[in-house]
């Protein structure tokens, strides 16, 4: 809980497995108008990602949105499912406190060739090329 205050930094560190995902980057969202992107590193041989994110200088304000990036890969379709998951380095942290994070979800990601549909589940769907946004709460 944060009472209120506005996150002065969002900090990601995530675990993928490299033999699955390639090609990994990210597109700030818009949670915060202009953002500066202070760590983007993939560590594609370890399959760890560190990404942090910040408001702008003098941006005082989110702009309402939960996204705050969007990771985008490339999968390698050598298995059908894999996951994405929270590291604990990963933190919300306002001006007056270190970490308002209370929990992460990671996410299970189904893969398929071509563009075939798959039945709903409640674990993410993913065709290769298409953006997924991982859910955070803070």
Known sequence: ?????KPSLIQMEL????????NVSFIPGS??????????TV???????????????????????NVVTTLMFTPRLTTRQTTISFMPKTLVQTEETKNTLKTTFGATIKLQS??????ASPSAIIQP??????PTAF
């Open 1 to 5: 809980e944060n009472s209120g205050q």
């Open 15 to 22: 675990a993928y497995d490299p033999s699955v995902i390639s």
């Open 31 to 40: 949670f915060y108008q202009n953002p500066d992107v202070l760590l983007t």
């Open 43 to 65: 560590n594609a041989r370890n399959g760890r990602i560190s990404y942090a994110i910040a408001p702008s200088k003098g941006q005082e304000d989110t702009t309402g949105s």
């Open 114 to 119: 071509g563009f075939e549909p798959v039945p």
């Open 129 to 134: 090329e298409v953006p997924y946004q991982l």
